[in-house]
């Protein structure tokens, strides 16, 4: 079972610089998510995604755009990179069943801007 | 405030003692509570739900308080394999898919 796949793993980018991230699930969840993870700070939510077709953004969005290309896909752009964008970035998934809602989370993209 | 607050330790336990650690939130309305593990480099992965009566699974147990507004996770007799970050989460009432993650609770357990 795939789960979530995130892709790249690592990439170091120059300052201004821009990329995608992509995330695809094949659980058939409606929900997806992009955090990101810095030393010492936890998951901070960037965007969320409740359904296909949808996205808010989270606690962290500036600097970023996001993508619900369809129910399996949901990618996260940095326009122009900023070092203070150095994180680990983590996609997840998630189905609400009665009020259990479970994040399945992808491997994570490690991102360096220099 | 932030949404989701817990203690960043580390606790740091002899193997086989039992530990304990809360995680506060400020949104009344929240709706669904979970505990996570995150090992280190890794994904966040659930751990356990935490239900309105408490629950427990094998040496974990998990209680929700609604009038303080807290989550607890109790550990008895821990494992060396149980040193990890415990990150605790909560969905609010207004949002169901909005999943809120704590700063998480680094533990390590010492032989």
């Known amino acids: 079972n795939a789960g979530v796949t995130q892709t790249p793993k690592f990439q170091v980018l120059k300052t201004g610089q821009s990329m995608t991230l992509q995330c695809a699930q094949d659980?058939?969840?409606?929900?997806m998510y992009w955090y990101r993870q810095d030393p010492g700070m936890g998951l901070r939510l960037i965007y969320y995604?409740?359904?296909?077709?949808?996205?808010d953004k989270g606690e962290v969005p500036n600097g970023y755009n996001v993508s619900r290309l369809n129910k399996r896909e949901f990618s996260l752009r940095l326009e122009s990179a900023a070092p203070s964008q150095t994180s680990v970035y983590f996609c997840?998934?998630?189905?609400?069943?009665?009020?259990?809602?479970?994040?399945?989370f992808g491997q994570g993209t490690r991102l360096t801007v220099v | 405030r932030k949404e989701v607050e817990q203690d960043p330790g580390p606790f740091n336990v002899p193997e086989g003692a039992t530990v304990a650690f809360n995680c506060t939130y400020s949104?009344?309305?929240?709706?669904?509570f979970f505990w996570y593990r995150q090992d280190c480099r890794k994904e966040p992965k659930l751990l356990m739900s935490?239900?309105?009566s408490g629950n427990e699974d094998g040496r974990f147990t998990a209680q929700l308080n609604r009038a303080s507004q807290y989550i607890s996770l109790l550990i008895r007799d821990s494992k060396l394999s149980d040193s990890a970050t415990y990150l605790c989460?909560?969905?609010?009432?207004?949002?169901?898919?909005?999943?809120?993650f704590g700063s998480g609770t680094r533990l390590s357990i010492r032989p």
């Open positions: 997840a998934s998630s189905e609400a069943r009665g009020f259990i809602t479970e994040a399945f």
């Open positions: 659980m058939n969840h409606n929900s």
């Open positions: 995604s409740a359904s296909e077709g949808t996205t």
């Open positions: 949104n009344s309305a929240s709706q669904s």
């Open positions: 935490v239900y309105s």
């Open positions: 989460v909560v969905t609010p009432y207004s949002s169901a898919s909005k999943i809120i």
